[in-house]
Nanobody, 115 residues
Framework: QVQLVESGGGLVQPGGSLRLSCEASRNIVSIYAMDWYRQAPGKQRELVARIIVNGETNYSDSVKGRFSISRALRTNTVYLQMNSLKVEDTAVYYC?????????WGQGTQVTVSS
């Protein structure tokens, strides 16, 4: 069964940090890209960060310099280190993986930034 399991969300104060993890099941092979998206209430889902097969990374302007995406190839895991969090970072964060067969979504993990 194809599965993406996310963890690491929670409640944090402004200026704090969180690290999200997403482990893709081993039957998802030949991964081309691993991404993190987020969706805030009343807003469209947006791409936050991407890492592709050659290790190249891309970030949305709103998180550049604060968030960092990385991966562990052996475990099919992608991470999102989020520093200097702001109230406007509050959203459900989704892991997304693309390979030659299509794309897959995680169930989402809530990140709430509030004092």
């Amino acid at each position: 069964q194809v599965q993406l399991v996310e963890s690491g969300g929670g409640l944090v104060q402004p200026g704090g940090s969180l690290r999200l993890s997403c482990e893709a099941s081993r039957n998802i092979v030949s991964i081309y890209a691993m991404d993190w998206y987020r969706q805030a209430p009343g807003k469209q889902r947006e791409l936050v960060a991407r890492i592709i097969v050659n290790g190249e990374t891309n970030y949305s302007d709103s998180v550049k310099g604060r968030f960092s995406i990385s991966r562990a190839l052996r475990t099919n895991t992608v991470y999102l280190q989020m520093n200097s969090l702001k109230v406007e970072d509050t959203a459900v964060y989704y892991c997304h993986v693309t390979n030659h067969r299509g794309d897959y979504w995680g169930q989402g993990t809530q990140v709430t930034v509030s004092s």
